[in-house]
């Protein structure tokens, strides 16, 4: 994405909505080291998608930088 101000917004709430995914992952971690059975295995689950996300969405900037350079 070249550095305009639209854009450069975007990538700031795209690292913003990381971050938070990230802490998400964190609170949902220590909920789980509290618990015991089935239930720590279904928030291992969600925690799992969450970082996949998060690895999706850290990868865009780059994604797009790249297209561009391919145009």
Request: hydrophobic share 40%.
């Amino acid at each position: 994405m070249p550095f305009t101000k639209p854009n450069h917004t975007l990538q700031h709430d795209l690292k913003a909505t990381v971050l938070n995914l990230e802490l998400s992952c964190a609170d949902l971690g220590r909920i789980a080291s509290r618990l015991d059975g089935p239930e720590v295995l279904e928030i291992m689950r969600v925690i799992k998608g969450l970082y996949e996300e998060v690895d999706r969405l850290t990868t865009i900037p780059a994604k797009t930088k790249l297209s561009e350079l391919e145009e």
